[in-house]
């Protein structure tokens, strides 16, 4: 993963908007991003968190390049890292569609500039950011060593996500490699009937790295039809083996696993090789708890999971690492006329976005009702025609939020399903809550913990 | 809801090694390190502090390691959960009370090692 | 609401003090306190006895008082005794290094010479939560624990 750069959609929309306004007399304008960082073992996610305009009266006027910032703007700058133990990347816009490139200009004066970000608080990442229409260009310096990483991926986190990966594979980078791409992909049928999706959309799918937390009744629809769809990158999480009571709607799943007690993780990974022999797979048969730096790499995560408080748990996380989540779920219940209801939800839960609290779906009575009932659970019925719908729907959104075929996926999603009527539909909550600010996932607080001494 | 200053102050009397983290609109104490009740193997361990309602507990205590102890809170109900990215461990043991300040929340929960 | 009595153990009971726990006397700056027995940290000494943060604590072994470093651990047994001192120097951080100074008038230049801060930048202290530029001809007034860093005067994009 190395480096990567991850900006919440209504941050980074902001930040054009603000960027886009006249000044009296700069060419152009400037803000700042704050920055906090998620560290693996594989790399580093650098999460931008908040934004912060330029007031007019901070500028200085000065004809030989588009915009001056003056001593105050700088020093405030470096307050917020102080104060806010965060990292500042000095913003200003290009435009244009694809990576932006520095002027001679930007770099000469932005490093030296971004060294007084560094000076301020070397345990975040500092550096300079040009925003295009849909990627942006970086220099940033990364803590600890102060390494210097230049124009790394960039993903703006929201509905669309935009994965701007950086092709490092020489002789095919650009405009040429998207050509190549292009044509090899249109000498492959297999998924022609999907052509509605997007140019695009073959290359997208391809390279998206999906999690999927729980790998049963609802996990394995999702794996088999991403797989279908042509997703290769899998991170599958689950620790359990299949038993015979799996044997209902674990799809996948045949009575010769059952006699070999094989891991779920098995099944879905054997699933998708079936369909791609070079698949990315990483299933070791582990909990989710346990592969948390393998889902940091995740553009999305599937959620199917079988109690409140794992769901809960899985999109802090997601919320945490600014990862786009999808929870899906179901559940029998009998109603006062003795006769039974299924209920499901998809639920899609975006960084700074109404999140399953706030949408009502997740809250105290449910998961303290669920956590007096610990150790006598029982098994929870579940039948796989609405797991198949519940998943099909999440699978739905999924490929939306990633190719954005249908041009109306512009936020989080609440279906419920009804399953005597056969009826999936939007949650009357989730209209309510458009513009709300999400209190219990706060941008400020993305990133790895930051646990400050009392 | 934040912590109070005055019983912020009375706890880090008795247990100095004090940070907080923000979880939502909450905070929650972190105890490193916190020295166990004589019996718990092992006896140091970090302690994070959730004084507010959390899965039906008014607060919960959480150890970084699910430790071998003699006393009365034997179920282990949270088992590895992730907070704040890290794994915690913690007993069922309900305080019973909503009034208690830090210290008297931290002490009620170590009487389910003693 | 009146606050509760303490009582004589409650008052200088010391860090991590377990209602159980076996207890011993010691002494930090004359001052008698009953702590745990065993390993404390120095942090919950420093703690229990009000030492500002820019003394040093140090304990009498053999005789003679040997400083200990505030992120160690001590064995504390008992009869134990602590006390602290002022520094000869203290330490201020300078873009994020620090650098030991003598506590007293600093003067900018000096500092600037001290942080290796490049000519061509503004060295600024962090006071009352914001960064505020100093003048090269300034003097600050050091107590040990002071925040500077340095930054370019103005920059240019294009």
């Given amino acids: 993963m190395k480096t990567l750069v991850k900006i919440p959609r209504r941050l980074f929309e902001h930040a054009k908007e603000d960027l886009s306004r006249p000044h009296a007399f700069a060419c152009e304008r400037v803000g700042f991003f704050s920055t906090r960082r998620s560290v693996t073992d ?114 703006i986190v929201g509905a669309p996500v935009i994965v701007n990966r950086r092709n490092t594979q020489p002789g095919l980078s650009g405009f040429i490699g998207k050509l190549i791409g292009k044509r090899r992909a249109a000498g492959n049928r297999r998924y022609a009937r999907q052509s509605f999706l997007g140019s695009d959309s073959e290359s997208i799918i391809a390279n998206a790295v999906v999690g999927i937390v729980g790998l049963g009744g609802g996990g394995s629809h999702i794996v088999q039809q991403l797989a279908h769809l042509g997703f290769k990158r899998f991170i599958l999480c689950d620790h359990d083996r299949i038993s015979n009571s799996n044997l209902n709607r674990l799809v996948g799943a045949t009575c010769a696993d059952v006699r070999a007690k094989r891991l779920k993780a098995d099944i879905a990974s054997r699933t998708i090789l079936k369909l791609h022999r070079d698949a990315h797979i990483n299933a070791p048969g582990h909990k989710w708890e346990d592969m948390i730096d393998d889902l940091l790499t995740c553009d999305v995560v599937v959620g199917c999971v079988d109690t409140f408080a794992t769901r809960r748990d899985v999109e802090a996380f997601c919320r945490q690492h600014m990862i786009p989540y999808v929870d899906v779920g179901m559940d029998v219940h009998s109603m006062a006329t003795g006769q039974f209801e299924i209920d499901g939800q998809v639920i899609l839960s975006l960084p700074g976005e109404p999140c399953m609290h706030c949408m009502g779906f997740l809250n105290e009575i449910v998961l303290s009702q669920e956590a007096a009932k610990y150790g006598a659970a029982g098994d929870n019925p579940q039948v796989v025609w609405s797991n198949g719908l519940l998943c099909s729907a999440a699978v739905g959104i999924v490929v939306d939020l990633l190719t954005d075929w249908s041009k109306t996926l512009r936020g989080p999603r609440y279906l419920a399903l009804q399953g005597r009527a056969l009826t999936l539909q939007p949650d009357k909550r989730i209209a309510a809550l458009s513009g709300h600010d999400c209190k219990h996932y706060p941008l400020t607080q993305i990133g790895d913990p930051l646990f400050t001494a009392l | 809801m934040a912590l109070k200053d005055p019983e912020v102050a009375e706890l880090k009397k008795f247990f100095p090694n004090l940070s907080r983290i923000e979880v939502g609109e909450n905070e929650m104490v972190l105890i490193s390190p916190l020295i166990l009740p004589q019996g718990c193997n092992p006896r140091t361990v970090d302690a994070l502090l959730c004084p507010f309602t959390r899965d039906g507990y008014t607060s919960r205590l959480f150890l970084s390691v699910k430790v071998d102890h003699t006393g009365p809170g034997k179920n282990w109900n949270a088992d590895g959960v992730i907070i704040a990215g890290r794994k915690w461990w913690a007993v069922s043991w309900k305080t019973n009370r909503d009034d208690l300040t830090l210290r008297e929340m931290l002490l009620t929960h170590l009487d389910a090692f003693k | 609401m009146a606050a509760k009595a303490k009582t004589p153990a409650e008052a200088k009971t010391g860090p991590g003090n377990i209602p159980g726990n076996k207890k011993v006397k010691i002494q930090i700056n004359k001052v008698h306190y009953d702590v745990d027995e065993g390993e404390t940290s120095v942090v919950a000494l420093r703690a229990l006895a009000n030492i500002p943060e820019i003394d040093v604590l140090a304990k009498k072994e053999r005789g003679t008082f040997v400083d200990l470093a505030n992120d160690a651990t001590v064995a504390v047994h008992n009869g134990d005794k602590f006390a602290s001192h002022k520094p000869a120097t203290v330490l201020i951080t300078i873009n994020g290094e620090e650098f030991e100074t003598t506590p007293g008038a600093n003067t900018v230049a000096q500092l600037r010479s001290l942080g290796h801060v490049p000519a061509d930048e503004i060295l600024s202290q962090f006071v009352s939560g914001q960064f505020v530029d100093l003048a090269n001809d300034a003097t600050v007034n050091i107590k040990g624990g002071e925040i500077f860093a340095s930054h370019r005067p103005t920059g240019g994009s294009s």
């Fill in chain 1, 42 to 155: 594989s790399g580093t996610l650098v999460h931008c968190i908040a934004y912060h305009a330029v007031a007019d009266e901070h500028y200085v006027e000065d004809d030989s390049v588009g915009a001056r910032i003056g001593s105050r703007a700088i020093t405030d700058a470096m307050t917020r890292a102080m104060t806010d133990s965060v990292g500042q990347l000095h913003v200003h816009r290009h435009g244009g569609r694809g990576l932006p490139r520095p002027s001679f200009t930007d770099d000469d004066e932005l490093s030296p500039l971004a060294r007084s970000f560094v000076n301020a608080n070397r345990s975040e990442a500092s550096g300079w950011m040009i925003l295009g229409d849909n990627d942006a260009y970086t220099r940033l310096t990364m803590p600890p060593h102060s390494e210097v990483v230049v124009a790394c991926p960039v993903t």
